[in-house]
């Protein structure tokens, strides 16, 4: 209970009547949004072909609860792969009812309607404003269970598509002569996970806003953005025909992260008649239609892995994709930028060679604010001692190799410090980190390798590097190698911290140097330098790719 005393008690009942709206506004203000009623509305959406499932989306029902609204890059593109929509338990074929390729939207329509479900009739067409609340109600990559993901309306001029999209993705877009890249957006300081393409977005009334839309790939990084609702307008009057145009599979490729690959499916079947293998497997290669009408299919359900999150402090990663280098890098809007690791990697390790190209990588990503993080494949991420770190083979805080994670909010003054001068304030928080190794030991800085680098709307990471070599009288060196990455709100670090630089490790160093770790006639020690090396050279990237989604392409 608050109490409050007042000298003039005749004024008391105007601070009690402020109180009550002050506190009503408050609770009014997010009132509207009802999760569990926009569950009512959202449809998750599968795409099956004759490889089985290859993409998951997330869809809503528009004006009747025949018409479902998607988006349309999520469809294959092949004339025999099915739309499944999936209201709860119950699965329905869905048929193309009308498109807007340049919005990348999708009217879908069952013929058979499931009773309970409530269709969306009305939409704010107003643009949210800067910093304001939004919420989007997805499947992430086409799991069984749907969750909110909580965003923010960003800034950014002009607000278009093109503004967001990497030079590559760009030009094929172009090409593909579908979606328009002048495309009026709403852009969000997050992003959306795979699997929210389609998903309804609704500000803190409850009302629709917009459509989800993304799953390009830019490196580590995703791109996504929010369709105005105010497409759907021309979406249902479209008379457009709804064969599906040739070049959508092009586009359906770039759009990577709504794909599904085998590796991530789990089919999960209870047989009503035998458990013969075989029967099983003729079950789950197509689709039971119900003879009694064909719009219905009978008892199969389809689930993807378990999402793999980790909470801490205001982050929550998720485990979004698994790529090796070369995948990460062929996807990268700026390769160069992701191949500058080897200017370090050069310095350390002299005129060695590694087979890079299919080391693999776990991505994980906060939707809150954008952030990447990556681990090599495999290796889990935990919460000890008020840090994120890495647990795994060779990898844990006492191991030779570590990737220790820490965050915290930014005070005011730092805020204002970052709008004036980013450079300035990242440039102290690396001298401020130099500064915590050197109390352990007399560390020296990799000056050339330091770098800063913009993703757009104040959100920045520096990279640098340092090591203890030169330290006398050690036994043990460690190189570190540090990035620090803020937005407006937050400032996220993380390190790599090697600690295998012991005076044998040096020796094999000297001895084999020249080594190509790719060729396969190796001694054992030459095959366990390069073990260690490719180790090291796993944290290194791993380190390197901490970046933001949504990175601005003016």
């Not at 795409?47 to 089985?52: C, D, S």
């Not at 499931?114 to 086409?142: C, H, M």
């Not at 937050?490 to 020796?507: E, H, Y």
Request: with cysteine; hydrophobic share 40%.
């Amino acid at each position: 209970m608050i109490v409050f005393l007042l000298e003039n008690k005749r004024y008391s009942w105007l601070v009690s009547l402020a109180l009550f709206f002050a506190f009503f506004s408050s609770n009014f203000v997010y009132a509207g949004f009802d999760p569990d009623k926009l569950s009512q509305s959202t449809v998750r959406i599968l795409i099956k072909g004759k490889q089985g499932v290859t993409g998951a989306a997330t869809g809503f029902l528009w004006q009747n609860n025949r018409q479902v609204v998607t988006s349309l890059h999520v469809l294959s593109g092949h004339s025999e792969s099915k739309i499944i929509v999936e209201f709860g338990k119950k699965k329905r074929l869905g048929q193309i009812k009308a498109l807007l390729p340049e919005a990348d939207l999708v009217l879908l329509e069952v013929n058979k309607p499931v009773e309970g479900w409530i269709p969306l009739k009305t939409f704010d067409q107003a643009s949210p404003e800067y910093k304001e609340e939004v919420s989007a109600l997805g499947f992430n990559r086409g799991s069984i269970g749907m969750s909110t993901r909580e965003l923010r309306k960003g800034f950014v001029k002009p607000e278009i598509l093109k503004v967001l999209l990497p030079p590559d993705a760009l030009n094929k877009i172009i090409a593909a002569n579908l979606l328009d890249v002048s495309l009026p957006i709403y852009y969000l300081d997050g992003s959306l996970l795979p699997g929210y393409s389609g998903a309804p977005i609704v500000n803190t009334e409850g009302q629709l806003i917009g459509i989800g839309n993304g799953g390009l790939e830019n490196g580590a990084s995703s791109v996504s953005w929010v369709i105005p609702a105010s497409n759907l307008v021309q979406l249902t009057q479209a008379n457009t025909p709804v064969e599906l145009p040739p070049s959508l599979k092009a586009i359906n490729t770039l759009f990577s992260q709504d794909r599904v690959d085998a590796s991530q499916q789990i089919s999960l079947l209870t047989p009503t008649r035998d458990t013969d293998a075989k029967s099983i497997f003729n079950l789950l290669s197509s689709f039971l239609i119900a003879p009694a009408n064909a719009d219905e299919v009978q008892e199969f359900e389809f689930g993807l892995s378990q999402p793999i999150e980790v909470d801490y402090q205001q982050f929550r990663f998720m485990k979004v994709k698994t790529r090796t280098y070369q995948s990460l890098l062929e996807s990268s809007a700026i390769p160069s930028d992701m191949n500058k690791i080897f200017q370090l990697f050069d310095v350390i390790f002299r005129d060695y060679k590694i087979h890079y190209q299919n080391l693999e990588f776990d991505v994980y990503e906060d939707g809150r604010y954008g952030l990447n993080i990556v681990v090599p494949k495999g290796v889990a991420l935990i919460v000890e001692d008020g840090y994120l770190v890495t647990q795994g083979d060779m990898f844990c805080r006492t191991c030779s190799y570590e990737i220790q994670y820490h965050a915290r909010v930014l005070t005011p003054q730092e805020q204002l410090d970052i709008q004036e001068g980013p450079d300035k304030f990242l440039h102290l928080v690396a001298n401020n980190h130099w500064d915590d190794l050197n109390q352990e030991g007399d560390y020296g800085k990799y000056g050339d390798f330091t770098q800063i680098e913009s993703f757009g709307a104040q959100r920045y990471v520096l990279r640098a590097a340092y090591s203890d070599f030169n330290e006398p009288f050690k036994e043990v060196f460690e190189l570190n190698y540090f990035v620090a990455a803020t937005n407006r709100e937050a400032w996220f670090q993380a390190q790599g911290i090697l600690n295998r630089f012991d005076q044998d490790f040096f020796t094999r160093l000297e001895r084999f140097q020249g080594t190509d770790c790719s060729n396969p006639q190796l001694s054992h020690d030459q095959m366990r330098v390069c073990g260690e090396i490719e180790t090291m050279f796993k944290v290194m990237v791993s380190v390197h790719l901490t970046t933001f989604s949504n990175k601005f392409f003016l």
